[in-house]
Structures are given as structure tokens and as C-alpha cells.
């Protein structure tokens, strides 16, 4: 079996603390065997997402894609590139027989998101939060044992990507603001009479805009509560994965105790995720 560096795991968990510090934080609550699996599998991600942010164009960014596509196949083959990333990545992969199919949806969905996003209606905005946060959950899943990942536990990880997807693209709103990007539908700008001008300038309380981002955290809960309809179903071996679902129940409450108003500087950051993530850990609930 393949075995990365013991550098490569700090490498990644460093990667984690400055860009996913949410995850670096889920990742200190699983189980000691599992927190290199779990944090190769988010470095990995770490990576794509940033792709669209440190090139200068798109053909660039799908250059960037091409290069992790092959790099993905040596990873499989355990002979990655001299990559930390890759490296623990490998180690991953091969020492739990990881599908590749949810690491190629991946990057097919963020060789998509390098193009400005504009989506036309919620469901493919639902989409594209199943195609990367529920394949990140499905294949870390995979770590626990294929032979424990029914049906049931499947709809479970879709929700709940689903659920985190559309909580990171409202947190994210600052962001996109500053990027003039709009990841919100088409039919729900028209819906709200949203007024992009000013939704750019953060005046939500003069605009439309608060309606739709209460509705995209309404969509967001809806899918946790959904994912939670299959708790039953789920082995007690698989609930540190479903441990993402504490980062939705926290912002998701942030942002409506702070009005949806985006661009306040307390929405960005929780300082009890942590005791709450320790404290769901300890009653095994998600």
C-alpha cells in the first residue's frame, strides 16, 4: 500500500486552516484513523476551488483542470506527483479503494464553475452543490467501508451537501460581491425584482435582495432536514462524516440573527463551531 509523508498531512491540514477552516475544524473531530483521509480529500478540493482565483483567465483555469485530471490518474495508480497534495492523496485512494467517479465529478464540476456562473434556476444551483460537496461526502463515506453505504445514507449525504453547498454560496456572498459574481438563479433575481446595483453594494434593506437570501436559507435548511429524515437508517460507524451538518445549523442561525445582512463581519466566522462540533461528536448526532 501506498504511504505519503507525514509531511503531506500537515501540509494539508495547513491548507484547510487558512482556505476551509470550517472543515480543519470537523477534521480535528473524526476518528484519528481517518483525519488524513479526510483532509486529503478537502485539500483536493482546496485545490480546484482556487484554481478559478489564481488564474488569469479561463483557459488557464482549464489547463490548471487538465493538469489535475492526469495528476488524478497517477494518484490512483499510486505513483503521484511529488505534490503534497497528491501525495496524501494517493496514500487515500489506494488504501481505501476510493471510486475515482466521484473525484472526476468533481473537477467536471469546477471546469464548469470557471466559466461566471449563471445559472438559470435553483435546481441547477442544487446541482452544483451535489456535484462537489455531496461527492466530497460520498467519497469520504467510502473511507468508512463501502459495504456500510446504503440507499438510505446516500439521499442522507446528497441533502446534506446539498444543504452545506447552498450555506457556503451565503456566506460566500461578500466574496462574490467584491468579484462581481452573482451565483444566485436567474428566476429568483426576475422573482425578487432583485436590483443587482444595489445588491452589489450590499443596500439590502433597500432592495429586494435580503428576500432572496432568505429563501436560498430556508432551501438550505430544507436539505438538512432532509438529510436528518435518514438518521435512522444510518450506521453509528458513518456519523463523523454527516459532522459537516453542525456548520449549517450554525450559519444558517447567524445569518438570521444578523438579518441576512451579508456583509457583516460577524457572519464570517463562529467561535463556538468548535464546541458545537465537539459537543455533537460526543452525542453522535448529526
Known amino acids: 500500500m501506498y504511504k505519503a509523508?507525514?509531511?503531506?498531512?500537515?501540509?494539508?491540514?495547513?491548507?484547510?486552516?487558512?482556505y476551509d477552516h470550517d472543515q480543519f475544524l470537523v477534521n480535528l473531530v473524526q476518528p484519528s484513523t481517518h483525519r488524513r483521509a479526510h483532509a486529503a480529500i478537502r485539500a483536493f478540493n482546496i485545490e480546484l476551488t482556487r484554481i478559478r482565483h489564481v488564474v488569469s483567465?479561463?483557459?488557464?483555469?482549464?489547463?490548471?483542470?487538465?493538469?489535475?485530471?492526469?495528476?488524478?490518474?497517477?494518484?490512483f495508480a499510486a505513483t503521484p506527483d511529488k505534490q503534497p497534495?497528491?501525495?496524501?492523496?494517493?496514500?487515500?485512494?489506494?488504501?481505501?479503494?476510493?471510486?475515482?467517479?466521484?473525484?472526476?465529478?468533481?473537477?467536471?464540476?469546477?471546469?464548469?464553475?470557471?466559466?461566471?456562473?449563471?445559472?438559470?434556476?435553483?435546481?441547477?444551483?442544487?446541482?452544483?452543490?451535489?456535484?462537489?460537496q455531496s461527492s466530497l461526502l460520498y467519497a469520504y463515506l467510502e473511507t468508512f467501508g463501502k459495504q456500510h453505504l446504503s440507499s438510505p445514507v446516500?439521499?442522507?449525504?446528497?441533502?446534506?451537501?446539498?444543504?452545506?453547498?447552498?450555506?457556503?454560496?451565503?456566506?460566500?456572498?461578500?466574496?462574490?460581491?467584491?468579484?462581481?459574481?452573482?451565483?444566485?438563479?436567474?428566476?429568483?433575481?426576475?422573482?425578487?425584482?432583485?436590483?443587482?446595483?444595489?445588491?452589489y453594494r450590499g443596500l439590502w434593506k433597500e432592495s429586494n435582495s435580503i428576500n432572496m437570501l432568505k429563501k436560498l436559507s430556508q432551501q438550505a435548511s430544507s436539505h438538512l432536514t432532509m438529510a436528518r429524515q435518514y438518521v435512522d437508517d444510518i450506521p453509528p460507524l458513518l456519523f463523523p462524516a454527516f459532522l459537516s451538518s453542525t456548520i449549517v445549523d450554525v450559519y444558517?442561525?447567524?445569518?438570521?440573527?444578523?438579518?441576512?445582512?451579508?456583509?457583516?463581519?460577524?457572519?464570517?466566522?463562529?467561535?463556538?463551531?468548535?464546541?458545537?462540533l465537539l459537543w455533537n461528536k460526543w452525542r453522535r448526532i448529526f
Not at 488557464?60 to 497517477?74: D, N, P, Q, V, Y
Not at 446539498?162 to 433575481?189: A, V
Not at 442561525?253 to 464570517?268: F, G, H, S, T, V
Request: proline residues 3%; contains cysteine; hydrophobic residues 35%.
Open 252 to 276: 444558517l442561525a447567524k445569518i438570521q440573527r444578523y438579518n441576512y445582512q451579508m456583509l457583516d463581519p460577524r457572519i464570517e466566522f463562529s467561535a463556538k463551531l468548535g464546541l458545537k
Open 57 to 75: 483567465n479561463e483557459d488557464l483555469g482549464r489547463l490548471r483542470i487538465t493538469f489535475f485530471r492526469e495528476a488524478l490518474e497517477k494518484a
Open 5 to 18: 509523508e507525514d509531511s503531506s498531512f500537515g501540509y494539508c491540514l495547513d491548507l484547510l486552516r487558512r
Open 85 to 132: 497534495v497528491l501525495d496524501l492523496l494517493s496514500e487515500t485512494v489506494t488504501q481505501y479503494g476510493l471510486s475515482k467517479k466521484w473525484f472526476e465529478r468533481l473537477l467536471s464540476a469546477r471546469e464548469t464553475d470557471l466559466s461566471v456562473p449563471n445559472y438559470e434556476t435553483i435546481e441547477e444551483v442544487e446541482q452544483f452543490a451535489e456535484s462537489t
Open 154 to 199: 446516500y439521499e442522507a449525504a446528497s441533502h446534506l451537501g446539498q444543504s452545506l453547498g447552498l450555506t457556503i454560496l451565503l456566506r460566500g456572498t461578500r466574496h462574490h460581491i467584491e468579484s462581481r459574481l452573482c451565483y444566485f438563479p436567474k428566476e429568483w433575481i426576475q422573482k425578487y425584482q432583485v436590483d443587482l446595483p444595489l445588491h
